[in-house]
């Protein structure tokens, strides 16, 4: 079996692997991984078939440890049609990352439907490419990357897939998927990162589901914004190879390198 990026340990404890490093510090993750780990333990809490998550918000809270760490998951706000959940992965003591999740009612609204956002050529009509001349770390290396025609410096055009689990237990597409959004801030740079460019990590990531997302593969539509006083704004629209499913924002800390 493909190794995972993490190992499952039991009362909620997990182990992070070298697929789960990060791009800026060898001894962090990436927080692509995380949060596909941290929505799979959201919806592991207290499921209810009858509701599913609509949103998720990250918060970065520092430096995400890699090896041993801890998820923490609560219910903020029960509801019979309406649940806010919380979950906090603490490493060392600390909690470096907190998502929170809106769990909202399913219904039958087939005959009133429609998305606006536009589909995106699928990852048959996609080139291979590589991201690691321009990014380090274990995730990056883990990820097949396929570039859109039309892919540009700051408006990207990209399908990612994975051959590895997120973790060694069941989880679902969504949190496949969503476990490689953060992908997005690194996939159409500005500026390339290096000791004498710019480092932008972003702080958070936000991401909305109008719609269930299935499959392996994940489309990544996104603009990339840098203001003149040291913010970004990364915005990005989701595709599975059904269509577009959701958005996801991430702001940006812009700092020179050195």
Not at 138 to 144: D, F, H, N, P
């Amino acid at each position: 079996m493909t190794e995972p990026y993490y190992h499952f340990l039991g009362d909620g404890r997990f182990e992070s692997t070298i697929h789960a490093q990060g791009a800026w510090n060898d001894h962090e993750q990436h927080m692509a991984p995380v949060a596909g780990l941290l929505a799979h333990t959201i919806e592991q809490f207290s499921p209810r078939p009858e509701l599913r998550i609509a949103r998720i918000s990250y918060d970065i809270l520092g430096l995400i440890p890699a090896g041993e760490f801890q998820i923490v998951t609560a219910m903020l706000r029960p509801g019979r049609t309406i649940e806010l959940l919380q979950a906090d992965m603490v490493s060392g003591g600390r909690t470096a990352v907190r998502a929170t999740a809106w769990r909202l009612l399913r219904s039958d609204t087939s005959e009133v439907q429609g998305i606006e956002d536009e589909r995106m050529p699928g990852p048959a009509e996609a080139e291979p490419t590589s991201y690691s001349s321009v990014w380090p770390g274990g995730y990056i290396r883990s990820i097949e990357p396929r570039v859109v025609p039309g892919h540009a410096i700051g408006r990207g055009r990209v399908w990612l897939r994975t051959e590895h689990p997120l973790v060694d237990q069941p989880f679902s597409d969504l949190a496949r998927l969503i476990g490689m959004v953060d992908t997005s801030n690194g996939v159409a740079t500005r500026v390339k990162p290096g000791p004498d460019s710019y480092t932008y990590p972003n702080v958070d990531l936000q991401v909305h589901l109008y719609r269930e997302p299935r499959g392996e593969w994940l489309g990544l539509q996104n603009s990339v914004s840098f203001g003149p006083d040291g913010i970004g704004l990364t915005s990005t629209v989701l595709h599975d190879t059904e269509g577009p499913f959701g958005r996801a924002e991430q702001i940006l800390t812009i700092r020179k390198s050195g």
